[in-house]
């Protein structure tokens, strides 16, 4: 089965950036949608940033300008840049690929250990 391993995470300050990064130990780039959500402490998880298989994008309100989500077929690996970071944007952030239906999402691999982002002075 195809795994998905998140690394990149780390300790930053405010302002700062990071770059995250997806590998897949196979190819899932036919799956429709490459989804990058994240857990804060205390919260439920939620979408990030989103890539389809024709490169369309979309980003959570709060990260749109700040963040970009690309792909790299070839290497089987997605990233997640991510620029003027806030203390809010501390979570633990994980990739995945599946598919949207009526507005859920649908996972086709199973979620990761993800990786642990923390933005604080």
């Known amino acids: 089965q195809v795994q998905l391993v998140e690394s990149g995470g780390g300790l930053v300050q405010p302002g700062g950036s990071l770059r995250l990064s997806c590998a897949a130990s196979?190819?899932?780039?036919?799956?429709?949608?490459m989804v990058w959500y994240r857990r804060a402490p205390g919260k439920q998880r939620e979408l990030v940033a989103g890539?389809?298989?024709?490169?369309?994008?979309n980003y959570a309100y709060s990260v749109k300008g700040r963040f970009t989500i690309s792909r790299d077929n070839a290497k089987n690996t997605m990233y997640l840049q991510m620029n003027s970071l806030k203390p809010e944007d501390t979570a633990v952030y994980y990739c995945?690929?599946?598919?949207?239906?009526?507005?859920?999402?649908?996972?086709?691999?199973?979620w990761g250990q993800g990786t642990q982002v923390t933005v604080s002075s």
């Open positions: 995945n690929a599946g598919t949207y239906m009526r507005g859920t999402y649908y996972p086709s691999v199973p």
């Open positions: 196979g190819n899932i780039f036919k799956a429709d949608v």
């Open positions: 890539i389809t298989t024709g490169g369309s994008t």
